[in-house]
């Protein structure tokens, strides 16, 4: 595992399409954009962005994203967004390497909770997030702006 640099995100994005919702989603060909958001999060000291590499190639990534708050006793919480892997890497444990590098990490910066969403038709994603010890506990909303 190691922090995302610029170089990287052609290859972040091309994952990031590579499945029925990211190929709805995600304009691998306007790189420009992604370029910036890329600015945007390795300027913020909140955001990790990470790749994890195989044989020097980029084959899975995940977004962590520090949030501290006043509830919980002012706790500081971290959002896991953005998780995949490279669909010729997919089975052999890279998913759970990434999600426990995560959870050490936000260990590491003093959070008190690591939370997650994941799209609700993504079944077989909701039963590996259980397996590693994440509950179901809250009901998400969002709002497309």
């Avoid at 060909?29 to 000291?45: C, S």
């Avoid at 994203?65 to 997919?90: F, K, Q, Y």
Wanted: proline residues 4%; aromatic residues 4%; glycine residues 8%.
């Amino acid at each position: 595992m190691r922090r995302a640099t610029a170089d990287d995100v052609p290859a972040l994005v091309s994952m990031l399409a590579d499945d029925p919702l990211g190929a709805q989603r995600e304009s691998p060909d306007e790189q420009a954009v992604y370029r910036e958001a890329f600015e945007r999060i390795d300027a913020d000291p909140n955001q990790i962005l990470v790749v994890a590499e195989r044989d020097g190639l980029p084959v899975g990534t995940l977004q962590l994203t520090l949030i501290p708050g006043l509830s919980r006793r002012g706790s500081t919480r971290a959002l896991i967004e953005a998780v995949r892997v490279h669909s010729e890497a997919r089975g052999g444990g890279l998913g759970t390497k990434l999600i426990l590098w995560a959870i050490e990490e936000a260990r590491s910066q003093g959070c008190a909770l690591v939370q997650l969403t994941s799209d609700a038709t993504r079944i077989e994603a909701h039963r590996f997030y259980e397996r590693l010890g994440f509950e179901a506990s809250h009901l998400g909303f969002k709002m497309q702006l």
